[in-house]
């Protein structure tokens, strides 16, 4: 089975700070992806990487900065937190080829 | 630009009924489409998924089958159950392309 993991469940930070969102997955994909999730707002592209030192900008990436520097680990960093920038950040992987995406268990970030 | 229409929601129904969720598209050539479901508190996980026209999509008793005519990926399912709720998310790749673009979801609560 394929598996994706973050670093977090739950996180509280606080305005201002840097905060560092990992994930790793263990099938060897070239893809990886960072999505912010809404309410009423569904699921935003942030980032993706389709190889290593890769990255390419989604639909939403002010605010974020993102780092590859191993195949496995994808990071998504918050220079500075702000408080809208409180969401649930799920990350996700896949081959080039199949595309299909599997998703890790989400990361609620909440920011004061 | 590619698009994905789900049915709004909420959806609520009782025990055994039978589900259907519409889902449209607006892709140029021939995409992938998916079904994802995220039950509460977790991230995304892959339902089904079809790679070409009239194929059928099925997993835990859901079906869904692309019909490139009517630009349809509807989910159904022929008795639902409680564990079924969740928030599902029709979501569709493009022809050359790694991201995917997600429907709004429908949140589909089942009583028992």
């Known amino acids: 089975d394929v598996k994706v993991t973050q670093s977090s469940r739950y996180l509280v930070k606080r305005t201002g700070e840097k905060v560092f969102l990992e994930c790793v997955q263990d099938?060897?994909?070239?893809?990886m992806f960072w999505y912010r999730q809404d309410p009423g707002l569904g699921l935003r592209l942030i980032y993706f990487?389709?190889?290593?030192?890769?990255?390419e900008k989604g639909d939403i990436p002010e605010g974020y900065s993102v780092s590859r520097e191993k195949k496995e680990r994808f990071s998504l960093i918050l220079e500075s937190a702000s408080t809208n920038q409180t969401s649930m950040y799920l990350c996700?992987?896949?081959?080039?080829?199949?595309?299909?995406?599997?998703f890790g268990p989400g990361t609620r970030l909440t920011v004061l | 630009g590619n698009s994905v229409t789900q049915m709004e929601g909420p959806v609520t129904l009782s025990e055994e009924a039978f589900l259907t969720i519409n889902c449209t598209y607006t892709?140029?050539?021939?995409?992938?489409l998916f079904w994802y479901v995220q039950y509460p508190g977790e991230g995304l996980q892959l339902l089904l998924k079809?790679?070409?026209?009239?194929d059928k999509g099925s997993n835990k008793g859901f079906e869904a089958t692309y019909r490139k005519e009517t630009t349809s990926f509807h989910l159904e399912k022929g008795s639902v159950q409680v564990s079924d709720s969740a928030v599902y998310f029709c979501?569709?790749?493009?022809?050359?392309?790694?991201?995917?673009?997600f429907g709004q979801g429908t949140r589909l609560t089942i009583n028992p």
């Open positions: 990487s389709y190889d290593v030192k890769m990255k």
């Open positions: 996700a992987s896949s081959f080039h080829s199949p595309r299909t995406q599997y």
């Open positions: 099938m060897d994909h070239e893809n």
């Open positions: 892709a140029t050539g021939y995409p992938s």
């Open positions: 979501a569709l790749i493009s022809q050359g392309a790694q991201k995917l673009v």
């Open positions: 079809a790679t070409k026209a009239d």
